[in-house]
């Protein structure tokens, strides 16, 4: 089973809306975390957000926050005030444990995200 | 400026010619590993290390090699490349102490194996 889905494959936002990419994750682990990360058409990967699992309360970075619903272990991206730029590749990532051996980070295939002007 | 550097960031080889892609940062990481990134795959990892001296397989190590004989370099060897490991090839760090692990990635070498 995939530990990380984005059912996604792409999406299209009409640039100053909201958009909220999907990602749902599969662990047995109690102690991990969850990224998100862009990558636009240049090619390099851009750390957004991350939520740990026993964090109280949703993350939020400037226009980036994430929807953890941890039961329903999904961690959803919300941007806000879509911008031009905002249009990449998103991939939702997850590290399993608190450290010791390997910190592997498990991503998603992504989602393409395009803004329309 | 923290940041993780690569070189090259695009290279053209034959199959069987041996390359290394270099792999440097400057955050004092303990921790650095090499990911691939393939169309409809997203990344996967092919190997870590936790220090120095201190290497491991990840989820897809067959037909690379790496060293960390520094704390900064952590190199990925490919003794005799293949097509299938045409691809697009990230280096990582972070440090344990940060609690996130945020993981700092390099910009990218593009590898095209004919």
């Known amino acids: 089973a995939q530990k990380i889905t984005q059912t996604q494959p792409g999406m299209f936002v009409q640039e100053k809306e909201a958009v909220t990419l999907d990602c749902t994750y599969d662990?047995?682990?109690?102690?991990?975390?969850l990224f998100w990360y862009k990558q636009p058409s240049s090619g390099e990967m851009i750390f957004l957000i991350y939520?740990?699992?026993?964090?109280?309360q949703n993350a939020t970075e400037g226009r980036y926050s994430l929807n953890f619903q941890k039961a329903r272990k999904s961690a959803n991206l919300v941007i806000s005030a879509s911008q031009l730029g905002d249009s990449a590749m998103y991939f939702c990532?997850?590290?399993?444990?608190?450290?010791?051996?390997?910190?592997?980070?498990?991503f998603g295939k992504g989602t393409l995200l395009t803004v329309n002007p | 400026e923290a940041q993780v550097t690569q070189n090259p960031r695009y290279l053209i080889t034959v199959t069987g010619k041996k390359l290394t892609v270099t792999c440097s940062q400057n955050?004092?990481?303990?921790?650095m590993s090499w990911y691939r990134q393939d169309p409809g795959l997203g990344l996967r990892q092919i190997y870590y290390?936790?220090?120095?001296?201190?290497?491991d397989k990840g989820d897809v190590p067959e037909g690379y090699k790496v060293s960390r004989k520094e704390k900064r370099n952590f190199p990925l060897i490919l003794e005799s490349p293949s097509p299938n490991q045409t691809s697009l090839y990230f280096c990582?760090?972070?440090?344990?102490?940060?609690?996130?692990?945020?993981?700092?990635f390099g910009p990218g070498t593009r590898l095209t194996v004919t």
């Open positions: 939520q740990g699992s026993y964090d109280q």
């Open positions: 990582a760090s972070t440090s344990p102490t940060s609690g996130v692990y945020e993981q700092y």
């Open positions: 290390s936790m220090n120095v001296e201190v290497t």
């Open positions: 990532a997850m590290r399993e444990g608190s450290g010791g051996s390997n910190y592997k980070l498990t």
């Open positions: 955050m004092n990481h303990e921790y």
């Open positions: 662990t047995s682990d109690p102690s991990y975390g």
